[in-house]
């Protein structure tokens, strides 16, 4: 079993910063990519910033120069930094991870249950 239980959501006004973390637990013998999506009221769920094993970073157009993603692989944990938060930001953040359970096993996509971000005006 794999669970990834994030924290750090909250309310915040314009402008404000937030950091987000998601830690992996479980069987876990290997974690390649781990990333955030978020996905507002009525719209589709979107990549927000994603990491590589070896650090390698990607950031939807719309976050980058104000939200930093990093990961911790001795503690299987991955934060966003969010600086100069907007409006359109608010959302409900999930964080993935690209994991093998084992030697043998595929590569698998789990997913956290998601934390609240909501920003003011």
């Known amino acids: 079993q794999v669970q990834l239980v994030e924290s750090g959501g909250g309310l915040v006004q314009a402008g404000g910063s937030l950091r987000l973390s998601c830690a992996a637990s479980?069987?876990?013998?290997?974690?390649?990519?781990m990333g955030w999506h978020r996905q507002a009221p009525g719209k589709q769920r979107e990549l927000v910033a994603a990491?590589?094993?070896?650090?390698?970073?990607n950031y939807a157009d719309s976050v980058k120069g104000r939200f930093t993603i990093s990961r911790d692989n001795a503690k299987n944990t991955v934060y966003l930094q969010m600086n100069s938060l907007k409006p359109e930001d608010t959302a409900v953040y999930y964080c993935?991870?690209?994991?093998?359970?084992?030697?043998?096993?595929?590569?698998?996509?789990?997913w956290g249950q998601g934390t609240q971000v909501t920003v003011s005006s």
């Open positions: 990491i590589a094993s070896g650090g390698n970073t």
């Open positions: 479980g069987n876990i013998y290997s974690i390649n990519g």
């Open positions: 993935n991870a690209d994991l093998r359970m084992g030697y043998w096993h595929a590569p698998t996509v789990y």
